[in-house]
């Protein structure tokens, strides 16, 4: 979305944009429904032309940034619930049975995160939305069209302040209502962290449970995103998890949003719900257009395998997702874990695959130090410690700022976390 | 520059565009209060001057003010002969602007068309009721009441007091500090309404000395007391309605007291024991009700004034939904110091854009902890930011538990009436110690100190008022505080023999159901008591 949309507001934007189409997933009526009729006033950077690769050249520089055509915000189906190995996979209790869930639709990220909240609109009057530019359909579009259906009184835009945002949501949840607030981009979220460390995730502890502000959901776009740089592309779930009395959820793909946005939305706890905004546009499925819930706190074994544990979240699922058929073609089985909801996180989930494997790889974008990784760690290693054949391996980001340019070096991907299946394997040769 | 004008539906009236100073203009499209603008500017209607033979419109509120007045330009500006004029006038978008070609630079003195906004009082420091601007003799001289009204009987008191002084007479009919309840409250077991307010000043007063002491003997962790300010507690409790929540920052224990706190739940929370409805969890003095619609404190500083425009935008929608429920606001209380912060800012620019009913109650008592107010803002106080916010205002003396009351019951008429915020800062003087942590010697006189309570003490000059009116004497106010002492004596005794809360309530309310971790967390510490047989229950 975000490359679409710079190519819409550049002088080629007619082309730009049909080339892009063609590109998308989407089908035709899907395509009429979900694009904006003016190009985004995105606060985002714009696509890197100037890293061309005559101006790297001739720089000398030994690589090149990606190409357009290479990068990963392109759609893409992201499937992962109709593998081979669904049967095997043991059940989560209140995981909903999407067999009898009725028609699907097939909604990119956006307008899966778009679908729950009009549903939660319908069922709750109580239910407002509300953030920087939500009125217009945020400039995600995850709002998009909601105003008109549900009113100005319920669907608006606030002054451009996160913890005025934040504290607003605990407010009108305190006071009965269903809050689902939108911080602009996770990189944002920030002033809003005394609402949410303080107020927010200890209203019902620290008045006796007379006073609950359980009605708040935080949504915030989070992650990379191809060119996001320092302030497009963090994801804070770590610092979130430091949290007791709040809920962290991550989904990787828009079926799994839609539930867990749900659950969220109606969940008697404050929830901040990361949406991993590469996905937005590129990630699509076959999303139930059923009012449905995924239980909060449960993980979900993604695929099943005997040889390796990796466990991951949100966008990071897709690129391990790749890494496990990579490593399938060198003859490892690899059982992949979604944890979906950080806090609190479904330790037992993992426990009991690394029990069975022995090996466990935690992979995120995050960076490695105090990163959620070194929780899981921490656990699977006081739990596991006699099931365990090789050492842990995280796979993350690095202990810098996410500097532009080196976005693809940054990024733990598929080549190093398959470096890391081989050196767990290595040990049980 | 001559100009069009439609106001209020009427002909197009001719007006000439005045030569603006700088002043003038910012005068213009400040977002004062209206009835400032119809006073200051004498008849300006933003910002321009009327043409003498229409009449001069009434100018209600700046919204209407911009929805009436519609600049109309000049044939020659239309037709784009004067290019530069036409783009500056809509140079801010599509709001109409008086130019100016004078450079000056606003002073904040020429800011405030007011100068320092006045403060709203009704009884001074001898308990009399005064027109500030009329010294005249017997204009307001309680002494020289003829026939005083019967004792206790609040109906003659309101309508001698009425008679007495026209100029308060709306302020006394509509207060409900003059209106007896329709039942016996259960504390005073009387239904009058004032006594009963000068009775929980002295309570608040007793409850706080007696707390304050008990700390200093290491019988409770900490303590804060609201000494000098009791009058904000009761003034604005008595004018508020059930319905209405209230945030509040800390030192506003009276309101909670008003609603019907009683002593032993005040004495249970700072002495954390089983029956706190906090489960022991918080500090002293945090306390919360819900029954009583009162939100739980919370330490750090500010945060729950963004929280009251959330709790104001539900109850607009309430009463959108249910024009005939009875309508609510939300009140938030806050320090000087607390006006500081990043969330007072965002609550008052919130509360204004979004219009939510509720008001801004700012306690300014001088001091956070040892930083005086002149460190703490340059400006006309808190109040002077309400018209930047487009948000009205009123500043009141904080230790006249008429003002205070008939303030908040005004600015709570006018926020539902309005749908929109009202700020309030109200005058007082912070006379105890921050809290029992802080010694306030230290950083500021004690004559001051000693000047400020003799002179201006909220509870002394109720006692004033009423023995003016031969309610009360000095024997009748020493037995009500022995009366209040030894309540809060016996209250204390009970809460500190009752034992601590439970262990459950140490894991329990993190979440509205204890996850998995907590459990094994739970039952980790309980085995680590066990095994080092550490007593707890
Ligand atoms: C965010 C935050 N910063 C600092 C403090 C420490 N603190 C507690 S009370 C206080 C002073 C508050 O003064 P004011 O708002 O004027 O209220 P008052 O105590 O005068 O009633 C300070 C600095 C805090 N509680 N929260
Ligand atoms: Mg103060």
Known sequence: MILRSAAMSSSSSRSA???????????????????????????????????????????????????????????????????????????????????????????????????????????????????????????????????????????????????GIAGMAVGYASAGGTAIAEIQFADYIFPAFDQIVNEMAKFRFRSGNQWNCGGVTLRTPCGAVGHG????????????????????????????????????????????????????????????????????????????????????????????????????????????????????????????????????????????????????????????????????????????????????????????????????????? | MQATAVVNGREPMTVVARSFSVKNDYRAYSSMPPHHLARKNNGLVNGLVKSTKVPRPIVKSRNQLKERVTLVLPDKAKEGAD?????????????????????????????????????????????????????APGNSDASTF???????????????????????????????????????YPDTRSTNTLLRAHRQMIRLRKMDTILHNAQRQGRISFYMTAHGEEAIHIGSGSALKRQDVILAQYREAGLLMWRGFTLEQFCNQCFSNDLDLGKGR????????????????????GTQITQAVGAAYKFKLDALANPEKEAAIAIVYFGDGAASTVDFHSGCNFAATLKTPMIFFCRNNGYAISTPVKDQYAGDGIISRAPGYGMAGIRVDGNDVFAVHAAVAEARKLALRTSAPVMIEAMTYRSGHHSTSDDSSRYRDTDEVRRATDVSDPIVRLDRFLKGMGWMDDSAVASIEDEERVAVLRAMEGAEARPKPRLDAMFTDVYHEKPPHLVRQEEELRLHLKRHSIPYH
């Open chain 1, 229 to 429: 740089a320092l302030y497009h592309s963090q994801s804070p779930e770590a610092y979130l998890a430091h949290t007791p009395g709040i809920v962290v959820v991550m989904p990787r793909g828009p079926r799994c949003a839609k539930g867990l946005l749900l659950s969220s939305i109606r969940s008697k706890d404050p929830v901040v719900f990361l949406e991993p905004k590469i996905l937005y546009r590129s990630a699509v499925e076959e999303v139930p257009d059923a009012d449905y819930e995924i239980p909060l706190g449960k993980a979900e074994i993604v695929r099943t395998g005997s040889d390796v544990t990796i466990v991951g979240w949100g966008a990071q699922l897709r690129t391990l997702q790749a890494t496990c058929d990579l490593a399938a073609r060198e003859g490892v089985s690899c059982e992949l874990i979604d944890l979906r909801t950080i806090l609190p996180w479904d330790s037992e989930c993992v426990v009991s695959s690394v029990r069975k494997t022995g090996k466990l790889i935690v992979s995120h974008e995050a960076p490695l130090t105090c990163g959620f990784g070194a929780e899981v760690v921490a656990t699977l290693q006081q739990e596991c410690f006699f099931h365990l054949e090789a050492p842990i391996q995280r796979v993350c980001g690095y202990d810098t700022p996410f500097g532009l340019v080196f976005e693809q070096f940054y990024l733990p991907d598929e080549k190093k976390n398959l470096d890391a299946i081989r050196r767990v394997m290595d040990y049980s040769k």
């Open chain 1, 17 to 163: 944009l049909s080339a892009l189409l063609r590109r998308n997933a989407l089908g035709r009526r899907q395509r009429r429904r979900h694009l904006p009729a003016v190009p985004l006033p995105l606060p985002l950077p714009l696509v890197l032309r100037s890293h061309s690769s005559a101006a790297a050249a001739s720089s000398g520089s030994a690589w090149q940034p990606r190409r357009l055509e290479e990068r990963r915000d392109r759609p893409r189906d992201c499937d992962y619930d109709h593998d081979h190995d669904r049967d095997r996979r043991p059940p989560i209790a209140d995981e909903p049975d999407y067999d009898t869930l009725g028609p699907t639709s097939r909604l990119n990220l956006f307008t899966a995160i778009n679908s729950a909240m009009r549903t939660a609109m319908r069922t709750d009057p109580s239910a407002i939305v509300f953030g920087e530019d939500v009125g217009f359909g945020g400039v995600f579009r995850c709002s998009q069209d909601l105003l008109e259906e549900f009113g100005r009184d319920r669907v608006f835009n606030t002054p451009l302040s996160e913890n």
């Open chain 2, 282 to 301: 918080q500090m002293p003095v945090h306390y919360g009700s819900r029954a009583l619609n009162y939100q739980t404190i919370s330490s750090p500083l």
């Open chain 2, 83 to 135: 290019e530069e004029q036409q783009s500056h006038l809509t140079y801010v978008g599509n709001e109409s602007m008086p130019i100016t070609t004078e450079l000056k630079i606003v002073l904040p003195e020429d800011d405030v068309p007011r100068g320092t906004w006045p403060v709203f009082r009704m009884m001074d420091e001898s308990g009399r009721f005064r027109r500030s601007d009329a010294a």
């Open chain 2, 146 to 184: 003829n026939n005083l009204p019967e004792m206790y009987d609040l109906s003659q008191l309101r309508s001698s007091l009425i008679s007495r002084h026209p100029h308060f007479a709306a302020e006394f009919e509509s207060s409900e500090l003059l209106r007896p309840s329709r039942n016996d």
